[in-house]
């Protein structure tokens, strides 16, 4: 994984779902970071995916993914 830091919009990392909720499965992608891919859902926790980094908050150490 990444340090988010580093991260940049519209690099593609590999993350570990971390939890999945109605509107959407966060994922682990980056140093102890979850980002959101919106409304996805299906996904096992634990399961390995990659995604593309579509928006990121420095600020509040947050990103929106999308299935890459």
């Not at 919009?9 to 509107?23: K, Q, R, T, Y």
């Not at 299906?42 to 420095?58: E, I, S, W, Y």
């Given at each position: 994984?990444?340090?988010?830091?580093?991260?940049?919009?519209?690099d593609?990392?590999?993350?570990?779902?971390?939890?999945?909720?109605?509107?959407?499965?966060?994922?682990?992608?980056?140093?102890?970071?979850?980002?959101?891919?919106?409304?996805?859902?299906?996904?096992?926790?634990?399961a390995?995916?990659?995604?593309?980094?579509?928006?990121?908050?420095?600020?509040?150490?947050?990103?929106?993914?999308?299935?890459?």
């Amino acid at each position: 994984m990444s340090r988010f830091e580093d991260l940049s919009i519209g690099d593609v990392v590999v993350g570990e779902v971390s939890g999945v909720v109605p509107f959407g499965t966060f994922v682990r992608f980056a140093d102890g970071v979850d980002g959101l891919l919106h409304g996805v859902t299906g996904l096992q926790v634990g399961a390995a995916v990659t995604v593309r980094v579509l928006d990121k908050d420095a600020e509040r150490r947050r990103a929106s993914l999308a299935l890459a």
